[in-house]
């Protein structure tokens, strides 16, 4: 079956850099999400769109920005890259149910480290 | 404001031994979905189970098996006979349910289990 895909799956990036990380939900999912995991850590939730527009909204800093295309892929974008956002990022996908609430399937991730 | 604690933060076993995760729960919603996830060396999150708040049927898949327990906000997990190949860690989450698409998940801090040969 086919899976959530990330790319790139690594990347190295400077501080002060920009970093855009995408995402292909699996095929027929409508919602995306993004979360942040760092070493060591749990993921923590980042944004989720559905249907194109945001959905819900957690600890994404002001730097880094997200959006899903008509064709339901998503990007995240980030600026001004500083070394704490080191981290390994999971992109999820879901297909929407009515009246409850969605099983997330991730991607593999895209590990960011910041130099 | 949703809460997810697994106490044991390692867990280290001998192959075959079977082992338990805890994993207790704080939310304010009376409709809440609970899941596990696998996190092998490799990194990816693998999903595990889905349950919803008014379905306390525990579940058995193969060797892993699932207990939920509402009067104590608990969802254990259950490994029997464990295997080289569940070393990982493993993460409960929480979501809340309602009519929104695209709920966010919080995780608890995870367990690394490590089973030895």
């Known amino acids: 079956a086919a899976g959530v895909i990330q790319s790139p799956r690594h990347l190295i990036k400077e501080k002060r850099e920009t970093a855009t990380l995408k995402c292909y939900p699996i095929p027929r999912h409508d919602t995306v999400y993004w979360y942040q995991q760092g070493p060591g850590q749990d993921p923590q939730f980042l944004i989720s769109f559905y249907e194109k527009m945001q959905s819900d909204k957690g600890s994404i800093p002001d730097r880094f920005s997200a959006q899903q295309f008509s064709d339901y892929h998503s990007e995240l974008n980030m600026s001004s890259l500083e070394l704490g956002d080191s981290a390994l990022y999971f992109c999820a996908s879901s297909s929407r149910e009515a009246g409850g609430t969605d099983t997330q399937y991730f991607g593999p991730g895209t590990r960011l480290t910041v130099l | 404001a949703q809460k997810v604690t697994q106490a044991q933060t390692e867990i280290s076993v001998v192959e075959k031994e079977d082992v338990t995760l805890d994993c207790v729960y704080e939310t304010r919603d009376t409709t809440y979905y609970l899941f596990w996830y696998k996190q092998p060396p490799s990194g990816e999150l693998v999903f595990l189970i889905r349950r919803n708040s008014f379905d306390e049927q525990n579940e058995i898949s193969g060797r892993y098996s699932w207990n939920f327990q509402k009067s104590t906000s608990s969802f254990n997990f259950t490994i029997t006979a464990s295997q080289v190949v569940d070393s990982a860690v493993y993460f409960c989450?929480?979501?809340?349910?309602?009519?929104?698409?695209?709920?966010?998940?919080?995780f608890g801090g995870g367990t690394r289990l490590m089973v030895k040969p």
């Open positions: 989450a929480l979501s809340e349910a309602d009519n929104n698409a695209g709920n966010m998940l919080t």
